[in-house]
């Protein structure tokens, strides 16, 4: 990779970008709340998630704990994902279960989902309630807390 621009420069855009992007796949796992729309949202709070780690070091109280429910969100957002993933296994391959245990385990996976869903939904409220410039402008005066190196 060939990194043309130094400093905060080089990281702004993406920031926002994957930050807004985040924001967007929340609002679109609200609205139409299925499993394929929770994964997605989980997949950009990931990337966001590494944004912030990269700036660790400038502020690691302030930010540890947005990194911290970054992580809690993308575990939440996994589980979710991964009772999805149970689900159309026991559909596909029930096994020994029969039709009736397959709907009991089915009925507890979606209430299980659910409740996930809403501490999701918390969570990315809270994560979320910045705008898109606002945290681009908050992480670039953070950024001037990085150590610089002695020229």
Partial sequence: WKIERHGFASLKGGLELTYQRMVEAMD??????????LHEWRKHT????????????AAPE???GHRDLLDTLGEVLGDHHNLHVLRQSLAAQPGPLGARDVDA???????QQSQLAGRAFALGRQLTAEKPGALRRRFGQLWQLLPRKAE
């Fill in 28 to 37: 679109a796992a609200i609205a139409d709340e299925n499993a394929a729309e």
């Fill in 46 to 57: 990931k990337y966001h998630w590494h944004h912030v780690s990269l700036f660790g070091r």
């Fill in 62 to 64: 302030l930010l540890g």
């Fill in 105 to 111: 385990v089915a009925t507890v996976i979606t209430r």
